[in-house]
C-alpha cells in the first residue's frame, strides 16, 4: 500500500500541470519553485518577451526568471524507464526464458543454467519479494535528486549571505569614503570663507580708493573748470602776441628752431634733407619703410620737435598754390583713416581751401575775411596758457586765435598737410 501512494506521489511530481504528461525538459520557475515542460511554459507566457504567470499559482514571472531542472529531468528519465515493459529477455546459451535470480552472483538464469551450475537461483517473483522494493532504487535516485536540489538551495543561501556581506562591506566602505569628503568639504568650506573674509577686506579698502579717487578727479574738475573760466575771462583782453615781431621777443614768446621729421610724412610728401621744406609729390613707385609714426591717409607731416611748456613761435613760407592748412598737433595723433582737421581730433591749424582762407574750427570751419593769403603765417603756442594764435608775418596782424584749450600735459609738434595740387611750405629760419 505504501509502494503504491509512493508511486503516485512520484508520478504526480514528475506530472506537468499543463499538457499532464511526463516532464519533458523540465524547467523550475525561480519565483514559486513549480516545475513544467519548457515548451509549455513558452505557450503560457503573457507576452512574446516571455514574461507571463505560473500556471499553477499564478505568481508572475519577469523574463528569463526560470532555469533548467536537470535533476527533475534524471529523474522523469528513470520513471520512463521502469514504467516501460522490458521484453522477456533469453538465456544466450540455452534460448529459454530467464525466470530464475542468483542473489549471490547477482545475475538472471534459466532453468537449464541453474541445473548445470549450482547457483542459489530462485523465481523473479520470489526474489523481488525477499529484496527490496523494484522502486526502491528509483527513490533512492529521487532522494538523491532532492539533496542536490537542497545543497543547490544552501549554496545558494550561502552566496547570497556572502553578498550581503559584500553589499554591508560595501557601504560600510562608502561611508567612510563619506566621512572622509564631508570633512575635505568642511575645510574647503571654511577655506572660503576664509577668502571671502579677505576679499571684503580688499574689496573695502578699493572702494575707499576709488571714493578717495573720485573725489581727487572732482577736485581735478574744479580746478579744471576754474582754469577754463580764467582763460575765457583773459581772452577777451588785448592779445600780447599780437604786437610781437618777428625779430624782438616782448611778449616772451621763444623763437623756435623747427624742422620737419620725413618719418611722419605721408608717402606723397617729400621732406627736403634739411627738414625745412614739404612739397606734394605722386606715390613713390618703391613703397616707403612702414611704422606707426607715418600717416597713411591724410597727407601731414609732423615737426621734429615738440613743446610740453612754455610760449614758442615759429614761422612757415607759403608759395602760391592749391589747398594746404599748417598749425600744431598733439604727438599722438591718429596716423590711420581720414577724419577733419580740427581741436576735436588734436589738430590746431588755419590753411587755405578753394581759394578762401579758412580757420579749420568745430564743427565747420570759419572763413577768415582776408585780402589775400598772407605769404608768411606765423604761429605763435602759448603752452600753459592753453592757447594757439596766427598772425600775418609781414604786416604782423592778426589772422585767427583759438579758444582757451586744456592740453593737459601731452606734448604738441608743428603739423603741415599738403592739398591736391603741387603745393610747397617752407619753415622760415
Given at each position: 500500500m505504501a509502494v503504491g501512494n509512493a508511486m503516485e506521489n512520484l508520478q504526480e511530481e514528475i506530472t506537468c500541470a499543463v499538457c499532464l504528461d511526463f516532464l519533458h525538459d523540465p524547467v523550475m520557475l525561480l519565483g514559486c519553485g513549480h516545475n513544467?515542460?519548457?515548451?509549455?511554459?513558452?505557450?503560457?507566457?503573457?507576452?512574446?518577451?516571455?514574461?507571463?504567470?505560473?500556471?499553477?499559482?499564478?505568481?508572475?514571472?519577469?523574463?528569463?526568471?526560470?532555469?533548467?531542472?536537470?535533476?527533475?529531468?534524471?529523474?522523469?528519465a528513470a520513471v520512463r524507464e521502469l514504467a516501460t515493459p522490458v521484453a522477456e529477455e533469453l538465456c544466450q546459451r540455452h534460448r529459454q526464458p530467464l525466470t530464475l535470480f542468483c542473489h549471490r552472483d547477482g545475475i538472471l538464469l534459466c532453468t537449464s543454467c541453474a541445473k548445470h551450475r549450482a547457483h542459489p537461483a530462485v523465481p523473479l517473483e520470489e526474489a523481488a519479494r525477499s529484496t527490496q522494493n523494484p522502486f526502491s532504487?528509483?527513490?533512492?535516485?529521487?532522494?538523491?535528486?532532492?539533496?542536490?536540489?537542497?545543497?543547490?538551495?544552501?549554496?545558494?543561501?550561502?552566496?547570497?549571505a556572502t553578498a550581503d556581506e559584500t553589499r554591508q562591506e560595501m557601504l560600510t566602505r562608502v561611508d567612510a569614503e563619506k566621512q572622509k569628503l564631508l570633512v575635505v568639504l568642511e575645510g574647503l568650506r571654511r577655506a572660503l570663507g576664509e577668502q571671502e573674509s579677505q576679499f571684503s577686506i580688499r574689496l573695502g579698502r578699493l572702494r575707499r580708493g576709488l571714493e578717495e579717487q573720485r573725489r581727487g578727479e572732482a577736485a581735478e574738475m574744479a580746478w579744471l573748470w576754474q582754469r577754463r573760466t580764467e582763460l575765457q575771462a583773459k581772452c577777451q583782453q588785448p592779445d600780447n602776441i599780437l604786437g610781437c615781431s618777428l625779430e624782438e621777443d616782448s611778449g616772451g614768446y621763444r623763437r623756435a628752431t623747427v624742422t620737419l621729421g620725413p618719418a611722419t610724412a605721408h608717402p606723397q610728401i617729400l621732406v627736403s634733407?634739411?627738414?625745412?621744406?614739404?612739397?606734394?609729390?605722386?606715390?613713390?613707385?618703391?613703397?616707403?619703410?612702414?611704422?606707426?609714426?607715418?600717416?597713411?591717409?591724410?597727407?601731414?607731416?609732423?615737426?621734429?620737435?615738440?613743446?610740453?611748456?612754455?610760449?614758442?613761435?615759429?614761422?612757415?613760407?607759403?608759395?602760391?598754390?592749391?589747398?594746404?592748412?599748417?598749425?600744431?598737433?598733439?604727438?599722438?595723433?591718429?596716423?590711420?583713416?581720414?577724419?577733419?582737421?580740427?581741436?576735436?581730433?588734436?589738430?590746431?591749424?588755419?590753411?587755405?581751401?578753394?581759394?578762401?582762407?579758412?580757420?579749420?574750427?568745430?564743427?565747420?570751419?570759419?572763413?577768415?575775411?582776408?585780402?589775400?593769403?598772407?605769404?608768411?603765417?606765423?604761429v605763435a603756442l602759448d603752452y600753459t596758457g592753453g592757447r594757439v594764435a596766427f598772425r600775418d608775418a609781414e604786416s604782423e596782424t592778426k589772422i585767427f586765435v583759438f579758444p582757451p584749450a586744456i592740453f593737459a600735459g601731452e606734448r604738441l609738434r608743428p603739423l603741415l598737410w599738403l592739398g591736391e595740387g603741387p603745393t610747397l611750405l617752407t619753415l622760415c629760419p
Open positions: 513544467f515542460c519548457h515548451r509549455c511554459l513558452d505557450r503560457c507566457s503573457a507576452d512574446a518577451a516571455g514574461a507571463g504567470s505560473c500556471p499553477q499559482c499564478r505568481l508572475p514571472f519577469p523574463c528569463g526568471s526560470f532555469r533548467p531542472n536537470r535533476q527533475l529531468a534524471n529523474v522523469v532504487r528509483l527513490q533512492e535516485r529521487f532522494e538523491a535528486s532532492l539533496k542536490a536540489l537542497q545543497k543547490e538551495e544552501e549554496r545558494r543561501a550561502e552566496l547570497a634733407a634739411d627738414g625745412q621744406t614739404a612739397e606734394r609729390r605722386e606715390s613713390p613707385s618703391a613703397p616707403l619703410p612702414s611704422g606707426t609714426e607715418r600717416f597713411e591717409s591724410l597727407r601731414c607731416v609732423l615737426g621734429r620737435q615738440g613743446f610740453a611748456g612754455g610760449r614758442h613761435r615759429w614761422a612757415v613760407e607759403v608759395r602760391p598754390g592749391p589747398d594746404w592748412a599748417l598749425g600744431v598737433a598733439w604727438e599722438f595723433v591718429s596716423r590711420k583713416g581720414c577724419f577733419g582737421l580740427s581741436p576735436e581730433q588734436g589738430v590746431w591749424a588755419v590753411g587755405q581751401w578753394l581759394g578762401q582762407l579758412q580757420a579749420l574750427t568745430w564743427p565747420s570751419p570759419t572763413s577768415l575775411p582776408h585780402d589775400r593769403v598772407p605769404r608768411r603765417i606765423e
